[in-house]
């Protein structure tokens, strides 16, 4: 969930930057605690939703595995945090995503 939590905020992949690792380097480096840096920009950033994507971040990287929370935590608290910044009870937590590129082949 971390990696997946990197990548939407920094919109880029776990170790690709500065190395551009490829899978296999990518996991050795997590399986041997490091993790990838955080853009300047996000890292000093106040930015309310950059703050308690960085706590949810550090949840999730916890090195040991017993101390690291559930992901139901973890939603539970980014949820909560989205209610802080936007004052509402439910806020809207749909994604649009662009329209698909009608020339990309299918993975199959």
Not at 7 to 12: E, S
Not at 28 to 55: F, Q, V
Request: charged share 30%; proline share 7%.
């Amino acid at each position: 969930m971390g990696n997946l939590i990197y990548t939407v905020m920094t919109d880029l992949y776990p170790f690709e930057k500065p190395f551009n690792l490829n899978r296999t380097e990518t996991g050795k480096k997590l399986i041997n605690g490091e993790r990838s840096e955080i853009p300047e920009h996000i890292w000093n950033s106040h930015d309310p939703s950059y703050r308690a994507m960085m706590e949810a971040l550090d949840m999730c990287w916890t090195y040991r595995w017993d101390k690291r929370p559930s992901a139901r935590y973890v939603t539970d608290y980014l949820f909560g945090e989205l209610q802080k910044i936007t004052g509402e009870e439910n806020p809207d937590v749909r994604v649009t995503l662009p329209e698909r590129d009608p020339d990309q082949k299918n993975t199959e």
